[in-house]
């Protein structure tokens, strides 16, 4: 797991030194590609297209600008313009970050690059001593890295001289540097990793010359030097004359070359002083020598620092309760911390399998609506192409009924003008069937009048004919019987009939009477047949 990450405090404990930091010829050999899912970038293409586009420069500029950068580092070194570089380099970036630190809106090559140019930077701040307070900065710098590339051993290595030199946290910087000197072994580098176990053993072995406070505590109150008495070579000092009050080192360095300088004379000075008094019981002290102004002096100032004593240790209590109360709160930090790690590598995990299952919704749900489209598209090709063909026959029937009404309306007008034509004839005919009935009953009113007139002829032929039966019939006897021949002639009837014919034949009047009825019977049949002929037809 991942080590506490702890609150910066201020003032530093022990000064890095330049061995301490490990040149690191490939950086980009310690960041391994993390797979960070875009978001739900391929919800809506038509709207992301300038997005990415303008994304695709953005990164090629700040690519352009960490390869500037870095050929100034390796052909430079560290230095204040390397770092620039740097910084300049990664505010290119900063428009994909929304304004913020969310490096979760970066893509994967885009994350790999702004890791690499912090590791740089991480790098060059701690080599620069020149910098304040530069370990939290630099502490902040690899746990970004550490974040998304856990096992970056060059990442570790300088988390763990953070801790060690800037907060003074030497367990947990040793623990750190194990772990990175692990990583570095694991991934092949064994070099690096014997060259840092080497280094770690000559920063652990080496012991403090002498104990210094945080700054906290020397702004809280006095800080605690050891007491310097004189040594029994030297003269005792005439009256008047005072012990030098102790030197107060401005910062650390200086209170550590003031405490490797008095070295001696302090373990001295502690063996003469109050701290290393006997005991009465096992050892009789000396009696006290007479006061003099000079021991009284002292004593004052033994009693004033006595009382600087208590009160600094009671106010080092009071920091350590404060320091326990700290670092319970710094585990419950550490656990929450551990606790949204997992929760975050969940939600990543979680991220991922929805990225995939809408990967393979669209993926199908694409095939699905192409295998519709052409289903659609068949059937839509094939609808028209019946639509069409039963619009061209349509087309057809509708010509051939507009033919045939056609035909239909010419042939109506041709009957109409026929059946015109028919009715006037029909009107003319009937005139002159009229008229010609109306002859027609003339000639036979005529006729009958005629047939009147031949009764009288008719009694004429009687009589005629009984005279000829008359004058045979006395031509033939003896004498004339004028009776027998006014019986002959009364009796016409009696006469046959071929006598009769032959009679009425010979007659001239006879035969016109039988022309002129012939005539009227072929008049009268002719008549009829024109009234009633058409309709028997």
Request: hydrophobic share 35%; glycine share 6%; with cysteine.
């Amino acid at each position: 797991a991942q080590g506490p990450i702890d609150e910066p405090t201020r003032g530093a404990r022990r000064p890095c030194s330049a061995r301490s930091l490990i040149w690191i010829p490939s950086l980009s050999r310690g960041l391994r590609r993390q797979s960070l899912m875009n978001s739900f970038s391929k919800i809506c293409v038509d709207d992301l297209v300038d997005e990415d586009d303008e994304r695709q420069a953005i990164f090629k500029k700040a690519n352009t600008r960490y390869g500037v950068a870095e050929n100034s580092y390796f052909s430079n070194g560290s230095n204040q313009e390397a770092l620039r570089s740097f910084k300049e380099a990664e505010s290119v970036l900063l428009p994909l970050l929304e304004g913020g630190n969310n490096l979760t809106l970066l893509r994967a090559p885009e994350l790999e690059l702004l890791l690499k140019g912090r590791l740089h930077q991480a790098v060059i701040t701690a080599q620069l001593e020149e910098i304040p307070n530069r370990w939290p900065r630099v502490k902040s710098l690899v746990q970004d890295v550490l974040q998304f590339d856990f096992g970056n051993c060059h990442a570790r290595w300088v988390r763990g001289l953070s801790l060690l030199h800037g907060f003074g946290k030497r367990s947990d910087a040793k623990d750190e540097m194990r772990r990175a000197i692990e990583c570095a072994r694991s991934g092949g580098k064994g070099d690096e990793a014997d060259q840092w176990e080497a280094e770690m053993r000559k920063l652990f072995s080496e012991a403090e010359p002498v104990p210094t406070v945080p700054a906290e505590t020397a702004q809280s109150g006095p800080v605690l030097q050891p007491i310097v008495e004189p040594t029994p070579t030297s003269a005792t000092p005439t009256e008047g004359e005072r012990l030098p009050a102790p030197a107060r080192p401005a910062n650390a360095r200086a209170r550590r070359e003031s405490g490797s300088r008095t070295e001696g004379s302090t373990m001295l000075a502690m063996k003469k002083g109050f701290l290393s008094r006997t005991n009465r019981s096992s050892k009789e002290l000396p009696p006290d020598p007479p006061a003099s102004p000079v021991n009284s002096l002292r004593d004052a100032e033994h009693e004033e620092i006595l009382r600087k004593v208590a009160e600094n240790r009671s106010l080092l209590d009071q920091q350590q309760t404060q320091e326990q109360e700290l670092q319970r709160r710094l585990e419950s930090l550490q656990i929450q911390a551990q606790q949204l790690r997992e929760t975050r590598r969940r939600e990543v995990a979680w991220q991922q399998q929805v990225v995939s299952k809408v990967v393979e919704v669209e993926s199908e749900f694409e095939g699905r609506c192409t295998g519709l489209l052409n289903d659609r598209k068949k059937s839509s090709q094939e609808y028209l192409a019946s639509v069409h063909g039963s619009v061209s026959e349509t087309k057809k029937r509708l010509q051939f009924i507009q033919s045939w009404g056609d035909s239909g309306q010419k042939m109506l007008n041709e009957l109409l003008s026929d059946v015109q034509t028919v009715r006037e004839l029909y009107e003319v005919e009937a005139k002159g069937r009229e008229e010609t009935t109306t002859e027609q009953v003339q000639q036979v009113s005529e006729v009958t009048e005629q047939l009147g007139d031949v009764n009288g002829y008719v009694e004429l032929l009687r009589a005629r004919v009984r005279l000829l039966r008359g004058a045979d019939s006395f031509y033939k006897g003896d004498g004339f019987d004028a009776q027998h021949f006014a019986d002959i002639a009364a009796d016409f009837s009696v006469l046959p009939i071929a006598t009769k014919f032959w009679a009425f034949f010979d007659d001239a009047f006879v035969l016109r009477f039988v022309a002129f009825g012939l005539t009227a019977g072929m008049m009268l049949g002719l008549g009829v047949c024109v009234e009633f002929g058409p309709s028997f037809l």
